[in-house]
Structures are given as C-alpha cells and as structure tokens.
C-alpha cells in the first residue's frame, strides 16, 4: 500500500489516516483570541496568571464552570463562522478528496465543526472537539478517542501550530505543517 512513488507530489498519498487539525488548517476562525480570552477571565474571574485558553479553561473546570465556558466560546465561534467562514481551498479540497480516512482534532467546539461541515460542503468525517475531549490539545487522550481510526495506520496529523506537533509526538504519529501541503 505504501507507493510514495505513485503520487510523489502528493505528501498524504502515502498514509492510511489523515487527522486535520480546524482553526489555521482548514478554514480561519474570526476570533479575537486574545479579547475571548480576556473576556471569559473577567467572567470566571480568572486570576492574570492564567495565560493561555487552556489554562484559563482550567480554572473553569475547578470552579465547575467547564460546560459553561464551552458553550461561550462555542456562540463566539459559530459566529465567526457564519460571518465568514475564511475556508483554506487547498486544505478543504484535500480533506474532500481523502474524506473515508480522515478525521478532525480541533480544540475548537463541537458546533463550530459542525458549521465548518456546513459551510464547507464536506461530508462530516469522525471528531474530537474540545468540549467532546474534557481536556486540551496536546492531551494525548485527543487522540485516544480516535484510536480506532489511526491506531495500528500509518498516521499524519496536519496542522499549524506547535501544539499540534505535541500532540502528533505524543500520540507517536507524523506532522506534517499546513504550509506544507500540496493540492
Ligand atoms: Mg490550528
């Protein structure tokens, strides 16, 4: 199955399962990430330290305002969304042309996919969400709930940002940037 030289312009041509991340790889959320972020500390009254998303999301969670937070976050990306759903075409046709073999890691929310399906014409493929998952990228359980469409394939995560080449180490998995691809 293994042929990279049938395809050598092709970089997925020689895998068995392909894992996208969503936000920067396959269409660009219009989210103020910084003003969200600030936004939901003031909600949770988030102490400053609290720096990134993730750990700002954490605080939610000790103060039991998890699905809350999620739900927010979610309104705010549906909206980006229907505002414009900035899709990558490159990216979107390949996620398309090798649909029966991908699958979504995003920490972005479950709607949020679910629009990108919409929006983009693709038939929805299997997901892990932050608000499906309980925990962030790089959590390596992202990938636990989609073992059965990677474990034991040979596997490529494709994405734009560091925390997508953690997950893809932890999981013991390829990466390979979104710059990087070839239509
Ligand atoms: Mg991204």
Redesign the pocket.
Known sequence: MHDPAANPADPLASYERLLW?????LCRLGVDWPGLKVELRQRLGAPPAARSLAEVLEVARERGRWDEALAWIAVQEVKALDEDPQLLPGSVALLKRHRARSAIV??NTEPAVQRFFASSGVEPVPFVSRDRAGVSKPDRRYLDLLREHWSGHRTLLI???E??AALAAAGGVDFLH?NELRG
């Not at 991340?21 to 790889?25: E, S, Y």
């Open positions: 991340d969503l936000d920067g790889t995003t920490n994405g734009d940002t925390t997508d979104v």
